[in-house]
């Protein structure tokens, strides 16, 4: 039912043909930047509510500017003396971009035609917007509830993302440092883990921030009838490789600045290996395969001498392999512990150099992409290792490390490949990052659904500005504008897009900035006094009083 009042009156078209403009006084300031209006029109002889965001606001008519000249008295109070109207000396010029009516089957669809001249513009309700902003509702199964329209105080109008939308086209989350967008994702993550979902989630967790998702375990909001969300947190010295499973492209990457000979050497002993013992060769196997070099045999004679290329590269694979906690002869993480529906599992890769971080990364979604796409093709069977008969999540934090621009790395080839093709095996990305200029830009241009936070570095907003096309100009230049916890979501996801308030976590968040004067000052406390006196004395000696440390030992 229309509104007893419409807030303005269509003026005429705006600059591009996907716009309007409309006068109103608007003495409440309801009309915002972002705000939602509609007009009425006949759509094929159907009356349809056609909604518009509004996008500008210039002003018509405000107080003269003598009004102003004493700052002591308000303008306010000088047009009262004088005798001008209340509430009618201000009128501004609102300019408005089509969305268009929102039909269930084909979602939103634009008329191409602007309103009439003189037509009346009405403020969307609370219920309309719940309704049709969002692809499905906060409760229902595969949404997931991220927060509410920013726009509108409280939860009035809340939004949720179409699950189905993201975990097969794919999604970015793109912020700068200390916007939220690791809480974001934790919000998303939460969400995933309640009964009306119960996914199969992997978080690639290279800081160690997101092991207190934990606290699900233990909350009755992820727990019904006989399900109860699953976290595993896998640490780094837990993290296993088998060797057998690298690539040669995995082991150049890892033996960096090696010579051209010595690559010749490396690829022709990976080829052998391969022959020789498929996909079950060992460290020792493999080196001696190497020592063998042009003989294809063992070195037996203790007197003959060695290629000086074959033994360093001898040297340079022992090195990284030999006594690797990560890479091993036998042991794999096997898939079916890392994903399975009502778990998410995070991947904790502190402390572990970058290039290991991302042959892990690599090796790891090589294996599950390879797994669902033989279990979607009946390739496998269930008692085969790598049988994986369900959809599966993997969302990666700092995503510029594993895919950066203007460089090819192990990671970015599968990447690219998942993006590309994942939806037809039922596997999907999620990629975090405070870097978007030094994301590739193909792998950003195909996730479809796009969570955009604050963003003031310009060659990160002109990326997003080239890879994102569902985010229109008008909502780009907010990004500056937005505070921390504020985020515009776009693309599959939502039927269009939105400026979006998140809501609380119902964990922690794990990646607060530490409170370095807090922490100064607690180091003088009295107990932190005392324990550093009792743990410097000397037997024997009186407790030393403090500034009396000495630099050697």
Known sequence: MLPATPIGTTKGP??????????????????????????EADVQGEKRLILGRVTRRVPLRLYPDTF??????????????????????????????????????????????????GAPIYIASDEMLADVLSRVQPKSVGAVHIGALLSRPGQRVPIALDARGFTSTHMAIIASTGSGKSYLAGVILEELMQPKNRAAVLVVDPHAEYDTLADM??????????????????????????????????LRYLLRDLSEKMHYELGRAYGRVRRRYADKWTKAQFLEIIRAGEKDQPVTDPDEKEDPTIGALVWRVNSLLGDSKIFDDH???????????????????????????QTIVATLLRRAYQA?????????????????????????????????????????????????????????????????????????SQC??????????????????????????????????????????????????????????????????PNAPEAWQQYFSEANERARARDNAIPGEPPRRRGADRMFR
């Not at 006989?226 to 040669?248: D, G, H, Q, T």
């Not at 042991?331 to 971080?357: H, K």
């Open 372 to 444: 669902r796409m033989d279990t979607a093709r009946q390739r496998i069977t269930q008692e085969d290792e790598n049988y994986l008969p369900y959809p599966v999540f993997v969302l990666i934090e700092e995503a510029h490390n594993f895919a950066p621009a203007g460089a090819e790395i192990i990671t970015t080839q599968i990447l690219k490949q998942i993006l590309s093709e994942g939806r037809k095996f039922g596997m999907a990305v999620g990629l975090i990052s405070q870097r978007p200029g030094k994301l590739d830009g193909d792998v950003l």
């Open 217 to 250: 375990q233990e909350h009755s909001a992820f727990a019904q009838d006989n399900y109860r969300a699953e976290v595993k947190i896998v640490r780094p010295e837990n993290i296993k490789v088998r060797v057998s499973s690298l690539e040669l492209g995995d």
């Open 14 to 39: 705006g600059e591009t043909p996907h716009e309007y403009t409309f006068v109103a006084p608007d003495p409440e300031q309801q009309v915002k930047y972002g705000e939602f209006v509609y007009y």
């Open 448 to 513: 479809m659904t796009q969570c955009i936070m604050r963003i003031v570095n310009p060659v990160d907003q002109a990326r997003i500005a080239e890879s994102v096309e569902s985010v229109g100009r008008d909502l780009l230049t907010e990004l500056p504008a937005l505070t921390k916890g504020q985020v515009i979501v776009a693309g599959t996801s939502v039927n269009t897009p939105v400026m979006v308030q998140v809501r609380q976590r119902i964990t922690r968040h794990g990646a607060e900035d």
């Open 331 to 357: 042991v794999n993480m096997r898939l079916d512990y890392l994903f399975r529906p009502g778990q998410c599992t995070v991947l904790q890769l502190n402390e572990i150099p970058e290039r290991e971080q």
């Open 68 to 117: 102003m000249a004493d700052p002591t008295v308000p303008p306010k109070a000088v047009a009262e003396l004088l005798g001008f109207e209340q509430d009618v000396h201000e009128l501004f010029e609102i300019t408005a971009t089509t969305i268009g009516f929102y039909d269930p089957a084909l979602g939103f669809v634009n008329p191409r035609i602007p309103p009439r001249s």
